[in-house]
């Protein structure tokens, strides 16, 4: 299910993102951001992975990747884009087959790389 609401996408993402998953929901800042194909796809594989790990292992993982960058001196922005579940998304969220190929699990081979 997609959500529309500007101030609770800045509140959870530190003003910082155009959209947030939290299962079931995709949340966006702006109305305009539904015709964006390719941040629509980037946040359902966030919805995929957060189904891999029982949502919790997912935020746990997540927010441990995201700490141990920022503990290695990594800007913020940096810290979340070296997130192997971002680099994941990222890497993935032009190809509209993805979910259909994408394996169990696929996010650990974006953890070193």
């Given amino acids: 299910m997609i ?7 800045a509140l959870l993402s ?5 959209a947030i998953t939290l299962y079931p929901f995709i949340l966006l800042r702006e109305k305009s951001l539904l015709a964006n194909e390719s941040l629509l796809y980037h946040e359902k594989i966030h919805l995929r992975q957060q189904l891999e790990l029982a949502l919790i292992g997912f935020y746990v993982i997540y927010i441990l990747e995201y700490l141990i ?8 922005y940096k810290a979340y884009r070296n997130i192997s579940f971002e680099k994941e998304a990222y ?3 032009k190809n509209s ?7 169990y699990g696929s996010f650990v081979k974006y953890l070193y790389n």
Avoid: D, P, T, W
């Avoid at 959500?3 to 996408?9: A, E, M, P, Y």
């Avoid at 530190?14 to 155009?18: D, R």
């Avoid at 960058?69 to 913020?76: D, I, K, N, T």
């Fill in 97 to 103: 087959e993805y979910l259909r190929e994408k394996k």
């Fill in 69 to 76: 960058a920022r503990l290695r001196g990594m800007s913020h």
């Fill in 3 to 9: 959500l529309v609401h500007k101030r609770l996408v």
């Fill in 91 to 93: 890497a993935n969220e």
């Fill in 14 to 18: 530190g003003g910082f993102a155009a």
